[in-house]
């Protein structure tokens, strides 16, 4: 209420003008407080990985190969929050700034602790994993066929050992976890069939079983010893077809491709208001069950119009998306238990993020008799989208805390359907074209070779986004709407641009 729209705006042009921090007014304030308000610390990791591995290969017959391997791999990681710099301060007491009573202590074997630089705080565990793992290979090859299958087992297990007692989590952070244990087996093979010298045709298939990461295992290791719901191993089924060309003048690759993948797990974390109603709280987001799909083909050609020039065709049309709706799960101190459980998001059919989807590319080479050549690129990508929210396509987006849904505040009724899809329609970037060039020249001097090349990258200087994703914060439906009405919404999509243009130089000399 009474929002002070004209100190917000002149607060908002000093930062723009004047960005920097006020580091005397900052050590001041340390000062004048005696324990520290501002810090300078960093999250440290120290891991110790031993690894142990053997590997056989033997011939076996003149066509077939063999190769065999065992391996162990055991880590210990050390994390935890290091004081680095006091800024003028007198100590830090080790406390959680935004929780109340026996939470507030980040470790309650040693309450009110005061830090001082080079302490350990915050939180404070190790991890302790080991991978045993095997592997067997086939290789065989004949004049018209070639052909693999391999075959690898691998055990993951993973332990958390807390050495603070976190106040929010007293009964489940100090101490080991219960020991995660995951049994794994991948299996791969392919061949290549060889119609002429010129012609081949390579399929290949593989069905990959692997461990949760670390990071999705524990579910928010710094502070507790919760496990995943649902964990279970991601599996990946693949598989492609080629159609190779390879002639005196051109070289030509045609590729149809399929992944599927199931069961995978996606963490994040966040603060987030609209939850069930009107809440509001920092969560760890966590989504089980995911399955994503890419399908698409490439082609590539390549042809030696002399010996000196030579044009490059570079093409790949896919479709990445999500292919189920998972379950969806927020875990804080206010949702625990079966509160953490959001149900279903409703991803299928979205866009994955984080690549284009269509790329082309046209190139140009030149290598002159007289060592110096130079190549040009031209490339467009398209069908790039922005990362969804998962937590705004679930239910709790559109209905209150009673599971009834939200009144629109202009036509005064239940928010519909298409109103709901409008607002969380996933944003497709514009296509970037980006023109590359790269060329060198290389000299001969007695028995040494001297050179150099020269690139410049986005030559035009495009400004493009590369991706980016869509915030939690405004969690239901009349807050991200008040929120995209504005100017400049507060809480929109955070993107990552590419470049502009630049450049490399590199000079070498061999002996």
Known sequence: DNLDYTNAYLTEQDFLKNGQLNWQELYQKNADNGNSLYYLYEDRVDDRQLSISSVLAKHIGSNLNLHMGISFKNLTSSNYGNMLDLLGGNGFVDLDQYAQGDARQNDLNNPNRLIDVGNKFQYNYTINASVPSAFAQLQFSKNKLDYFAALNFKSTNYQRNGLFKNGTYQNNS??????????????????????????????????????????????????????????????????????????????????????????????????????????????????????????????????????????????????????????????????????????????????????????????????????????????????????????????????????????????????????????????????????????????????????????????????????????????NYPELKQDKELEKPIFGPKYWYGNKASYYLNFYVRF
């Open 174 to 475: 100090f101490g080991e976890s219960e020991k995660q244990s995951f049994a794994d087996v991948s299996l791969k093979g392919g061949f290549t069939y060889k119609i002429t010298g010129r012609h081949l045709v390579n399929i290949n298939a593989a069905y990959i079983s692997n461990a949760p990461t670390i990071r999705t295992a524990f579910s928010n290791s710094r502070v507790n010893n919760n496990i995943t719901p649902n964990l279970t191993s991601e599996k990946v089924s693949t598989g492609d077809v080629n159609y190779i060309f390879r002639g005196p003048k051109i070289q030509a690759r045609a590729t149809a491709f399929y992944t599927n993948f199931t069961d995978a797990i996606e963490t994040s974390f966040f603060f987030a208001e609209g939850l069930l109603g009107d809440q509001a709280d920092f969560v760890n987001e966590i989504i089980t069950g995911v399955s994503k799909k890419n399908i698409g083909a490439e082609l590539s050609f390549e042809y030696q119009v002399v010996p000196s020039v030579k044009l490059i065709a570079v093409g790949s049309f896919g479709q990445f998306t999500y292919n189920n709706n998972p379950q969806l799960y927020l875990q804080s101190e206010s949702f625990i238990d079966e509160n953490s459980d959001f149900g279903t998001a409703y991803l299928k059919d979205y866009r994955v993020s984080g690549t284009p989807q269509e790329a082309y590319s046209l190139g140009f080479e030149y290598r002159d008799p007289n060592y110096w050549w130079f190549q040009l690129n031209g490339n467009l990508l398209r069908n790039n989208y922005v990362d969804i929210s998962p937590l705004l396509r679930t239910d709790n987006f559109y209905t209150d805390a009673d599971g009834v849904p939200f009144l629109d505040d202009e036509t005064g009724v239940e928010v519909t359907q298409n109103q709901v899809d409008g607002l969380l329609k996933q944003e497709k970037f514009e296509d970037a074209f980006l023109l590359n060039a790269v060329g060198g020249k290389s000299w001969k001097i007695n028995q040494y070779y001297a050179g150099f090349f020269i690139g410049i990258n986005n030559v035009l200087s495009e400004v493009f986004k590369t991706g980016g994703f869509e915030q939690s914060r405004n969690a």
